[in-house]
């Protein structure tokens, strides 16, 4: 299985400021089609996921711009430009290019 | 839009099965496959297998294999997952997810096992 490793693991943010989890994958995350399927979910409290971002960058609609994504091969990034405080909850990444599909641990971003 | 209902929370005793269902709209139902994600309390997100809504063709997590069974009906654009022998680590909130990147979730089931 691919393991995914998220860091950090709880994010203590000021609002306003930036935020940024590292998520990496044990092996190569590209598909035989080119394409690399790196997703990110956010799950605030008391709801279920919602993805955010597909494909590594591609947010997903109605997500604010202040949500980017970025990354190649094993090593991607979620960057937050300025924390809002509904941006509090756990963030997940999840690779969807190989079975099984498999999750980091998710990362918890709370407010300073 | 599209939408996920799942069916409501359940309490099992130890060894019971169960059965959450999850009901799309939306979209074209056979256009897309259905996963199952559950959560324990607490934890994070575990990828439970993946349906093909469009020829049944299903993927299991190795873990479950044996355990678990996902359904489809066609004619209610409705995916089942039944999970069996179920034990007190199987609590956990439920989630159906559509397609292969899980773009939109259901509100998630509770499914608590306790004697």
């Known amino acids: 299985d691919v393991e995914m490793t998220q860091s950090p693991l709880s994010l203590p943010v000021t609002l306003g400021q930036p935020a940024s989890i590292s998520c990496k994958s044990s092996q190569s995350l590209v598909y035989s089609d080119g394409n690399t399927y790196l997703n990110w979910f956010q799950q605030r409290p008391g709801q279920s996921p919602r993805r955010l971002i597909y494909k590594v960058s591609n947010r997903d609609s109605g997500v604010p711009d202040r949500f980017s994504g970025s990354g190649s091969g094993t090593d991607f990034t979620l960057k937050i430009s300025r924390v809002e405080a509904e941006d509090v909850g756990i963030y997940y990444c999840m690779q969807g290019s190989h079975w099984p599909r498999t999750f980091g641990q998710g990362t918890k971003v709370e407010i300073k | ?115």
Do not use: H
């Not at chain 2, 019971?16 to 256009?31: D, L, M, Q, R």
């Not at chain 2, 349906?51 to 063709?57: E, F, K, L, V």
């Open chain 2, 1 to 115: 839009q599209v939408q996920l209902v799942q069916s409501g929370a359940e309490v099992m005793k130890p060894g019971a099965s169960v059965k959450v269902s999850c009901k799309a709209s939306g979209y074209t139902f056979s256009s897309y496959g259905i996963n199952w994600v559950r959560q324990a309390p607490g934890q994070g997100l575990e990828w439970m297998g993946w349906i093909s809504a469009d020829t049944g063709n299903t993927n299991y997590a190795q873990k479950l294999q044996g355990r678990v069974t996902m359904t489809t009906d066609t004619s209610t654009s409705t995916v089942y997952m039944e999970l069996s022998t179920l034990r007190s680590d199987d609590t956990a909130v439920y989630y159906c997810a559509r397609d292969g990147q899980l773009s939109s979730w259901g509100q998630g089931t509770l499914v608590t096992v306790s004697s």
